[in-house]
């Protein structure tokens, strides 16, 4: 299914209090700290990073997910973009990876991260511990990310519009030998 992706990101000083002001602000726990290992493709002329577009499986234990992301823009400080995904079941990983090299894609990216989501006033909250830092998501219509940033401590001033691969390519040009991965 496609839709419009508007989201914001918020790097998190202190993980319990926030996780503490999630609570406070009503939040509802949709699924419990968990491991994503996400890797994207592209083509060897990398024509989908040069696009701003994104093809990603998305590996939790309970699913698979895959996910294709249009270029983005920002608009009010925040990421706006299309996004069309499909659940998989988890034996699914393996056979859909095989599909995308099949066409001529390679595995560009790899990236993982600890994620525990809520929704909070109708908002989709998610908190990532990722190996450059904890961040929260923001996703849902602007006006509910003002408010709910707002509800947790945080003012459009912190927001980052930025992947979690280009906040990762800028932590390495200052860490001369870091891994080419984002992973554990």
């Not at 406070?24 to 890797?39: F, K, P, Q, S």
């Not at 990762?168 to 554990?184: N, Q, S, V």
Request: aromatic content about 8%; glycine content about 8%.
């Amino acid at each position: 299914m496609s839709k419009l992706e508007i989201e914001i990101k918020l790097k998190v000083p202190r993980e319990p209090e926030v996780r503490d002001r999630i609570a406070r602000a009503g939040g509802r726990l949709l699924h419990d700290r968990e491991l994503e290992d996400n890797r994207v493709f592209d083509f060897p002329d990398q024509r989908l990073l040069r696009r701003g577009e994104m093809l990603r499986i998305r590996i939790l234990e309970r699913a698979v997910i895959l996910t294709f992301k249009g270029p983005g823009r920002v608009e009010a400080g925040m990421k706006v973009r299309e996004e069309t995904e499909s659940l998989l079941a988890p034996s699914e990983a393996g056979p859909i990876t095989q599909v995308i090299e099949r066409i001529g894609m390679t595995q560009a990216f790899r990236y993982q991260k600890y994620r525990t989501t809520w929704e909070v006033k109708g908002l989709h909250v998610t908190l990532d511990e990722t190996p450059i830092g904890t961040f929260l998501e923001l996703e849902g219509n602007p006006g509910s990310i003002d408010s709910v940033a707002g509800l947790l401590g945080f003012n459009p001033a912190d927001y980052i519009v930025a992947s979690y691969r280009d906040l990762y390519m800028l932590r390495r040009i200052d860490t001369p030998g870091a891994a080419h991965e984002m992973i554990f």
